[in-house]
């Protein structure tokens, strides 16, 4: 009996549960207990470490995989905390640190950012992904796999 389940490949539209966690046990993120989510495999919506861990999966696969920051959300940066004036920000967000707020790129792009430091004059944010620069613990379960499109 031929095996007619396709195989997670570039493009492929997959249903899965999914959970990011921290080595501890420590849960980042998980959709197991609620609704799947539906990615497509390149479009961008998961990192390329993320997207590598499901290839070759099929319909009812588990897999749990402990990826390096490398494989994740990369390398945390230092380049990527910037100073903003405090002007910047709107004089009702009680700004402290660990306070996250999304940011629009002058290209139109929503970016996370999240507050190290205030000062009297200036904000200091930290833009990389919270996840950065630490090893995770990706759990997924495959729901549906559909055909890239022609």
Do not use: C, Y
């Not at 990369?74 to 380049?79: L, P, R, V, Y």
């Amino acid at each position: 009996m031929p095996d007619n389940q396709q195989t997670i490949r570039a493009g492929s539209r997959v249903l899965m549960h999914f959970s990011l966690a921290l080595p501890d046990g420590t849960e980042a993120a998980s959709t197991f207990g609620g609704e799947p989510e539906l990615v497509v495999v390149g479009d961008g919506s998961l990192t390329e470490g993320l997207e590598l861990a499901i290839i070759g999966l099929k319909k009812g696969d588990r897999q749990t995989l402990e990826l390096t920051p490398e494989q994740a959300f990369g390398a945390w940066d230092e380049d990527k905390l910037q100073w903003m004036s405090r002007k910047e920000f709107s004089s009702d967000l009680a700004l402290e640190p660990g306070l996250a707020i999304a940011f629009t790129t002058p290209s139109g792009d929503e970016v996370p950012g999240t507050i190290t430091e205030v000062g009297a004059e200036r904000v200091n944010v930290d833009f990389n992904h919270p996840l950065a620069g630490v090893d995770i613990v990706f759990s997924v379960e495959i729901i549906e796999v559909e055909e890239p499109a022609s």
